[in-house]
């Protein structure tokens, strides 16, 4: 599975970006998707992750703020992020988990897309 994300990019306080993310065709199901962020010098953060269900989790430093949605037609995950802040500043990346057997899941990842909150 490829994960291609998009919609990066530099924005001041308050702004809003959303961000995509497209897997490839797969005979595998897609069980959840999201993303993850990290900051220079910083670990890998969960930000925000939905089910196939559409069960959403949230980190809670982006709660109120960040909205993930996905297409499963399109095989496809959004981030909406609304009054950004600084903070926010960070390499996004897409994770999708896929399950290959019944108990058996495998994680893949996005190339990264760089937000950047500044004014």
């Known amino acids: 599975v490829q994960l291609v994300s998009s919609g990066g990019g530099r924005v001041q306080p308050g702004g809003s970006l959303r961000l995509s993310c497209t897997a490839s065709e797969s005979e595998f199901t897609i069980t959840d998707i999201g993303w993850f962020r990290q900051a220079p010098g910083k670990e890998r953060d969960m930000v925000a992750t939905?089910?196939?269900?559409?069960?959403?989790n949230y980190a809670d430093s982006v709660k109120g703020r960040f909205t993930v949605s996905r297409d499963n037609a399109k095989n496809t995950v959004y981030l909406q992020m609304n009054s950004l802040k600084p903070e926010d500043t960070a390499v996004y990346l897409c994770?999708?988990?896929?399950?290959?057997?019944?108990?058996?899941?495998?994680?893949?990842w996005g190339q990264g897309t760089q937000v950047t909150v500044s004014s």
């Open positions: 994770y999708a988990e896929v399950e290959i057997a019944p108990t058996s899941v495998v994680y893949y």
């Open positions: 939905i089910t196939k269900g559409g069960t959403t």
